[in-house]
């Protein structure tokens, strides 16, 4: 409830496949920040910011890696004419 309430406050209006894909994304972002701040102590949390931010860097990363999959599988599909 939490990640959806997250979206909403964002703007979010999706409902087709992006929606449980955004969720998910956004589920695994505060998961892992949130056990990583109960397990490393850093004054004002600065590790575990800077733990959120290479997550977030790594979630932008994977987004691009699946667009450019689907730009590259797509110019197979057409050039070999299936």
């Given at each position: 409830?939490?990640?959806?309430?997250?979206?909403?406050?964002?703007?979010?209006?999706?409902?087709?496949?992006?929606?449980?894909?955004?969720?998910?994304?956004?589920?695994?972002l505060y998961l892992t920040t949130?056990?990583y701040m109960l397990t490393y102590?850093?004054?004002?949390?600065?590790?575990?910011?800077?733990?959120?931010?290479?997550?977030?860097?790594?979630?932008?990363?994977?987004?691009?890696?699946?667009?450019?999959?689907?730009?590259?599988?797509?110019?197979?599909i057409l050039i070999g004419g299936?």
């Amino acid at each position: 409830m939490l990640v959806d309430e997250i979206w909403h406050a964002a703007g979010d209006n999706a409902s087709d496949i992006d929606w449980y894909a955004k969720r998910t994304v956004l589920a695994r972002l505060y998961l892992t920040t949130e056990i990583y701040m109960l397990t490393y102590t850093s004054p004002d949390f600065h590790d575990t910011w800077a733990f959120l931010d290479a997550r977030v860097k790594d979630a932008f990363d994977l987004k691009k890696t699946i667009q450019e999959l689907h730009q590259t599988l797509l110019g197979i599909i057409l050039i070999g004419g299936y």
